[in-house]
């Protein structure tokens, strides 16, 4: 199991006042996202826990270009992935900021 950990400073926090949302689901290589209202207005953390070794870059840069797109300002948000492809994983992120937006 790797653990993976990154941080973001973002221009604002992401819209809404929903506490946490959750999208996915940890099955038949998909994976799990929690995000949470945790942090001050202008950071962002993600923490990843997946059982495939050595994709630190591209994870690195799925992270990257959602926080690019989204602006999850204060957020704290948790993968549990279970293999899923990086196309997956932007979308469970981008499926779960909209969550937090309503």
């Known amino acids: 199991m790797e653990k ?3 941080r973001h400073t973002t221009q604002r926090a992401l819209a809404g006042a929903k506490a946490q ?3 996915g689901v940890v099955a038949s290589g998909n994976l799990e996202v ?3 209202r945790a942090l001050p207005p202008t950071e ?3 923490e990843i826990e997946t059982p495939i070794r050595g994709y630190g870059e591209v994870w690195a840069a799925v992270v990257a270009d959602f926080v690019s797109r ?3 300002g204060g957020l704290r948000i948790t993968i549990n992935d ?3 492809r ?3 994983v932007s979308l469970r992120l ?3 900021a909209r969550l937090m937006e309503v």
């Open 94 to 96: 981008l499926q779960g």
């Open 82 to 84: 279970g293999g899923a």
């Open 70 to 72: 989204a602006q999850p």
């Open 34 to 36: 929690l995000l949470e």
């Open 44 to 46: 962002c953390t993600v």
């Open 21 to 23: 949302a959750i999208t």
């Open 4 to 6: 993976l950990s990154f």
């Open 86 to 88: 990086p196309d997956t």
